[in-house]
């Protein structure tokens, strides 16, 4: 299959190292309106360049979209237009009215999805299969300083990730929210039904964090999204006292994740889609139900 990537920064470069690396992909054509940094990466992963957006549509079946987000709307519009399957890097637009009004001009016989890339982690599939009935979830997703421009806050950054594990992989529904924060640090407490979530996210830490916790009658559950390793700790009901100290024996089991590259498996799973025609895992309407709660959640700042 032909591929295409239109946008060149850290994330398109990122797309463009992996399509360059799958056995499915016959060709990849890159499109930047920068064109000397166009042809820059392409040097880089031994890859074309397209002159235009028409040069582009005319080589390829399918293309990643990972221009800056408030540039979505319009040039994915273009995409869908030219009758080319995309995937949108998340979020799907900058507002849920240009995503709304996106989905509107998608045909029936055209794939797009949008990329939201944490779903696609090991350790969220393990863990979907591994809660019942929890009690707590809190989610940590902190990153230092970056210069890469992403047009958005904190929230459609970096806590939508969290946001759509929340509502797509866990199952919460309902979710009530409150919330406080400003463009870089932010946090939200969610209910849904017996479930109480804690999401915080940050662009201002000195350590970078990727990490779920989750607390159950019988079980706490901790994962981290950045080494995909999972423990479980388990009350055995035993206690003793050591100096005056109550101490509590716990069981620690390390759950098997078989690791792999979140963006690999995902584009993989584009390509499949576009292959056999079947909708991709990650919908526009989920992606626009994620962009909603990130709206919701900044109207509280």
């Known amino acids: 299959m032909d591929v295409g990537v239109i946008g060149t920064g850290m994330m398109g470069q990122n797309h463009v190292r992996v399509y360059s690396q799958l056995k499915e ?3 990849v054509v ?12 392409a040097s880089l992963n031994n890859v074309e360049v397209a002159d235009s957006y028409s040069d582009l549509f005319h080589r390829v079946e399918a293309v990643s979209l990972c221009v800056p987000t408030q540039f979505h709307f319009n040039t994915a519009l273009e995409v869908i237009k030219a009758g080319v399957n995309v ?4 979020p799907i637009c900058l507002s849920s009215d240009e995503g709304k009004q996106l989905v509107q001009n998608i045909p029936d016989d055209l794939i797009v999805g949008v990329g939201h890339i944490e779903r696609f982690n090991p350790i969220v599939n393990e863990i979907s299969q591994i809660i019942s009935e929890p009690l707590y979830i809190e989610f940590k997703r902190h990153n230092p300083t970056s210069s890469r421009i992403t047009g958005s806050s904190v929230v459609e950054d970096l806590m939508i990730h969290d946001i759509d594990i929340m509502l797509h992989a866990l199952g919460c529904s309902d979710v009530n929210v409150q919330a406080k924060g400003n463009e870089d640090v932010a946090a939200a407490l969610c209910s849904s039904k017996n479930t109480l979530i804690y999401l915080s996210a940050s662009r201002k830490s000195s350590k970078k964090i990727r ?9 706490t559950i901790q994962g981290d999204f950045m080494s995909q390793e999972i423990y479980i700790h388990r009350k055995p009901g035993q206690y003793k006292v050591d100096r005056d100290r109550y101490v509590q024996e716990n069981i620690v089991e390390k759950v098997l994740v078989a690791k792999q590259e979140p963006l690999r498996s995902e584009l993989s799973s584009f390509l499949k889609s576009v292959k056999t025609n079947k909708p991709f895992s990650i919908t526009t309407n989920e992606a626009i139900q994620n962009l909603e709660l990130c709206e919701q959640i900044r109207g509280m700042f």
Not at 30 to 41: C, H, L, P, S, W
Not at 87 to 90: A, F, G, R, V
């Open 211 to 219: 990490m779920i916790h989750i607390e159950q009658e019988d079980m």
């Open 30 to 41: 890159i499109y930047d309106v920068n064109n000397e940094q166009a042809r820059k990466v």
């Open 25 to 27: 992909v016959d060709s």
């Open 87 to 90: 995937l949108i890097e998340k």
